[in-house]
């Protein structure tokens, strides 16, 4: 997909909306202007890094629709999209699947997705160059997840580290099913857009290697010439996605545990910043966060988890290499490192809060942008689907 320089979005004629005679009117602005952060790229080869002058490599992520997305989904995940919609071809969609594997509110599902979405545009993904949707607007997710369970042992599904947390909560056989499978969803969200790199935070890896371990058994069970005396192109069928894993941000504690990854599930709200806090909630949040009684502040010291955590918040919001801020933090004490990090954070919310608030105020232009991103998915999506189905021996 061809990263244009335009700040709209240019419905095609094939857009759902477009077809429905809406008119547009579209809100304008500039991408996230913050520090280029670095990344690992776990590659088979050099080249896999380096987009092709007429092609580039697909990037894919999503985030569950809770409406309030935190520090920790917009540090480890979302700050990161924005840098990555320059080099790769990007897809970021809101998983609304997976956030009905839990106990959740059905009044509030609805909000929580378009309130997600206006988020991700808030924060800085520019429609012109990735496309923006809704998961369960592109209805191959589905179909992909059931296609690969067919192929999916139930045996590493249920060695899976979060299943075994999750279900133990929720009381063991009361556990519904799609606990259990949802990782074949997560495999089918990066398999089906034919995904190069997938960014993923370290706790996330365990999911990304069952989406290559059922990419390559998919291939060897249904590829290669199987597939070419069906009537398709033989080789492989998916291919094997590589993660890119940030050098920092890519897994923010909580603010109560520093042991902890900051979380919407976690009780209590004092653990976590909401990218819509109010600067006063920021700065109470931030006053009144766990610490400890050590002198100076530092990295990398195992005993002080709270104090990496913090100084690697403050390194990302405030634009600075982890050496400057060593240099200017060493010798703080809490009580004065502490407004320096609200302050900082309040800082680099503020203008997202700002463009968050006008983008909800445009309801149609929300619209347009998930209908187009649907449509831009969807064709992709359905190449993946036909695709497998004639190497499986479906009648298409």
């Known amino acids: 997909m061809a990263a244009a320089h335009a700040t709209s979005l240019i419905l095609s004629s094939s857009s759902r909306f477009s077809r429905l005679g809406y008119s547009t009117r579209f809100l304008r602005h500039n991408t996230n202007p913050l520090p280029v952060p670095r990344f690992r790229c776990y590659c088979s080869s050099s080249d896999e890094t380096s987009p092709s002058p007429s092609l580039k490599k697909r ?12 520090l920790g989904n917009y540090l480890g995940a979302i700050k990161n999209w924005v840098t990555l919609q320059d080099t790769y071809e990007t897809l970021f969609f809101i998983v609304d699947l997976h956030a009905i594997t839990l106990p959740y509110d059905v009044q509030e599902l ?6 997600t979405a206006a988020l991700y ?6 429609i012109s160059k990735a496309s923006v949707f809704v998961q369960s607007h592109v209805r191959a997710h589905v179909e992909l997840m059931w296609l690969l369970s067919s192929s999916t042992p ?73 597939w070419k005396k069906l009537g398709g192109r033989g080789g492989s069928i998916f291919k094997i996605p590589e993660p ?21 599930s976690a009780p209590s709200d004092q653990s976590r910043i909401n990218l819509l806090d109010s600067k ?10 766990k610490t400890d009684s050590f002198a100076g502040l530092e990295f990398d010291n195992a005993e002080r988890p709270e104090c ?43 203008p997202i809060q700002v463009r968050y608030e006008e983008i909800t105020a445009e309801s149609a232009y929300l619209d347009k942008v998930l209908s187009e991103g649907a449509d831009r998915a969807t064709e992709i999506a359905e190449s993946t689907i036909h695709n497998l189905k004639q190497a499986m021996g479906f009648y298409i």
Request: with cysteine.
């Open 121 to 126: 545009l808030a924060c800085g993904v520019d």
């Open 110 to 115: 609805r909000k929580a997705t378009r309130d």
């Open 308 to 350: 990496n955590n913090l100084l690697s918040v403050y390194q990302i919001v405030s634009g600075n290499t982890k050496e400057e801020v060593m240099e200017e933090c060493k010798n703080m004490s809490w009580g004065t490192f502490k407004p320096l990090l609200a302050d900082a954070v309040i800082e680099h919310l503020s």
């Open 59 to 70: 990037v894919v992520s999503g985030v569950q629709p809770t409406g309030s997305i935190h």
């Open 244 to 264: 890119l894993i940030p050098q920092v941000g890519a897994r923010v504690m909580s603010l109560t545990d520093g042991l902890s990854k900051m979380s919407k």
């Open 154 to 226: 139930i045996g590493w599904l249920q060695k899976m580290t979060q299943f075994k947390e999750k279900s133990r909560k929720e009381g063991g056989e009361n556990a519904s099913v799609s606990l259990l499978t949802y990782p074949v969803l997560m495999a089918a969200d990066i398999l089906l857009y034919k995904s190069d790199f997938v960014p993923v935070g370290e706790d996330q890896k365990q999911h990304l290697e069952l989406a290559r371990d059922l990419a390559q058994r998919v291939n060897n069970l249904y590829g290669g010439r199987k």
């Open 280 to 289: 006063d909630l920021i700065a109470d949040k931030i006053k009144r966060c």
